[in-house]
């Protein structure tokens, strides 16, 4: 997270040479990186002391702010020092107490460009230099949507770059369209780059292509090889990436953190700001209903309804999403069952339970889109759709099973609800599984009825005041 601090230096004083000291086992994560001159691995304070005397520096900037770095810069007697100021104090207190203080809210990259004003350094602007930019993200549709604002970021951070999407198939028209992807590539797994030459193929076709520059969202080894042997100069990724031996620059991957939050810090080592700014959980505009989905929706407020899932045990009950739906229907509002091709069996068997309206199977990306732009409040496991709907601003309640909020793949943004059950077996996989490893499934069998239309009451509840005052307008 000190890259865009080396890049602020050497904007300002483009002359200037930077050294940083840094423990011997993250050297090799500063190695290459175009702000840095040398990287010293630090052996002890003595050392440190000799070689500042020895190298007659100019100034020194400490971005640890610890005991250790204090006695450095104070020993050590350099003309011009600035600190970045750790608030240890208010860590503390918040992992203690749960006290928060306004220095915590702001990203610690911020803090660092707080140091440097005191020598009237300004923050860089961005990353002047990058024209051709592949963005690769080949993981499920929730990944991919959660991809979208890191797009959008990119196109601020490096206005005269041309962004590329490298994508499957099946997630390729989450990107088609929108206004930050100039050109969607499709990364064929299952075809002629599949296999052991795979990776060498597709990175043959990059190649050519002459991009400068790869954020790689994706954390597997193939990704991070894939734009290794395209020879792309600069590769960003997570340092919890497979490959991450692969990039230039790896940036500190957090499970504290929402995974579109974390898919943003990918672009701080280009000087962007981390944290999100206002209106971030907004990044899909539905577009106008089709005349054929319009024909088959009533009038009416409408419900979206998701009972699918990729994996079982984020499946909430049929049964009780089949009693979900006539109570929304007793509250006036109309359910409309949605899903994907494998989901048809469970939404025609809830569908003949409730008399909901069942699209499961029969809408595209693009209708799912639209038919966010109508509904009132959208029901959901823990899914694709779920930050679908909330990227278009649908109030939604998340059905939480196997997985948890911690994991970072909640629905983002004000105005949701997430219903679980405070179980210790929980989370049980990053994805979820076949079965419960347990065999109760109690994660599920606890949420019931009344707790999730409860949730949905409280949603609606919340949209009638503002409602109302559109009307009176």
């Given at each position: 997270m000190t890259g865009p601090v080396y890049q602020s230096l050497k904007a300002h004083w483009p002359d200037c040479r930077v050294t940083v000291?840094?423990?011997?086992?993250?050297?090799?994560?500063?190695?290459g990186h175009p702000g840095v001159d040398e990287v010293v691995p630090f052996t002890g304070i003595a050392p440190a002391l000799s070689l500042i005397k020895e190298r007659g520096f100019t100034h020194l900037l400490d971005l640890h702010g610890n005991l250790r770095s204090f006695l450095i810069r104070t020993l050590a007697r350099v003309p011009n020092t600035a600190a970045y100021r750790k608030n240890a104090l208010g860590r503390r207190l918040f992992v203690a107490l749960r006290i928060s203080t306004p220095g915590l809210l702001r990203h610690t990259v911020d803090r660092y460009h707080d140091a440097l004003a005191a020598w009237g350094v300004p923050r860089a602007g961005g990353a002047p230099g990058f024209k051709k930019?592949?963005?690769?993200?080949?993981?499920?549709?929730?990944?991919?949507?959660?991809?979208?604002?890191?797009?959008?970021?990119?196109k601020e951070v490096l206005p005269g770059a041309t962004v590329t999407v490298l994508t499957l198939a099946?997630?390729?028209?989450?990107?088609?369209?929108?206004?930050?992807?100039?050109?969607?590539?499709?990364?064929d797994k299952r075809g002629r780059h599949g296999g052991l030459a795979g990776p060498w193929a597709i990175a043959a076709e990059l190649r050519s292509r002459g991009f400068d520059l790869a954020v790689i969202p994706h954390r597997s080894f193939?990704?991070?090889?894939?734009?290794?042997?395209?020879?792309?100069?600069?590769?960003?990724?997570?340092?919890?990436?497979?490959?991450?031996?692969?990039?230039?620059?790896?940036?500190?991957?957090?499970?504290?953190?929402?995974?579109?939050?974390?898919?943003?810090?990918?672009?701080?080592?280009?000087?962007?700001?981390?944290?999100?700014?206002?209106?971030?959980?907004?990044?899909?505009?539905?577009?106008?209903?089709?005349?054929?989905?319009?024909?088959?929706?009533?009038?009416?407020?409408?419900?979206?309804?998701?009972?699918?899932?990729?994996?079982?045990?984020?499946r909430w009950l049929p049964e009780r999403f089949a009693e979900l739906c006539v109570r929304l229907k007793a509250d006036g509002i109309t359910p409309v069952l949605v899903g994907g091709p494998d989901d048809?069996?469970?939404?025609?068997?809830?569908?003949?339970e409730c008399g909901a309206l069942d699209l499961v199977g029969k809408t595209d990306l693009e209708d799912l889109?639209?038919?966010?732009?109508?509904?009132?409040?959208?029901?959901?496991?823990?899914?694709?759709?779920?930050?679908?709907?909330?990227?278009?601003?649908?109030?939604v309640v998340a059905i939480f099973g196997a997985t948890t909020r911690e994991l970072g793949f909640f629905p983002y943004g004000p105005g949701h609800r997430v219903v679980e059950a405070d179980l210790a077996c929980r989370p049980c996989g990053l994805h979820g599984a076949r079965e419960c490893p347990e065999g109760h499934f109690l994660c599920m069998r606890l949420l019931t009825v009344d707790r999730v239309h409860a949730a949905c009451r409280e949603l609606l509840k919340a949209q009638a005041p503002a409602a109302g005052a559109r009307s009176a307008s």
């Open positions: 000291l840094v423990k011997p086992q993250f050297a090799a994560a500063l190695k930019v592949l963005v690769m993200q080949t993981a499920f549709l929730g990944d991919s949507l959660l991809t979208l604002p890191l797009l959008r970021r990119l099946k997630t390729a028209d989450i990107f088609r369209g929108t206004p930050w992807v100039d050109e969607v590539l499709i990364d193939r990704s991070a090889l894939i734009a290794r042997l395209s020879g792309m100069p600069r590769r960003i990724g997570f340092d919890s990436s497979a490959g991450r031996f692969l990039l230039t620059d790896a940036v500190p991957f957090s499970w504290d953190m929402h995974d579109l939050e974390r898919n943003l810090s990918l672009t701080l080592p280009l000087g962007a700001a981390g944290a999100p700014s206002s209106g971030e959980s907004r990044y899909v505009a539905p577009p106008a209903v089709s005349a054929k989905l319009s024909a088959l929706l009533p009038s009416g407020p409408l419900a979206g309804v998701h009972p699918g899932s990729a994996w079982a045990t984020k048809k069996a469970l939404g025609a068997s809830i569908a003949r889109k639209a038919l966010m732009g109508r509904l009132s409040v959208f029901v959901t496991n823990d899914s694709g759709p779920m930050h679908l709907a909330a990227a278009a601003g649908v109030p």
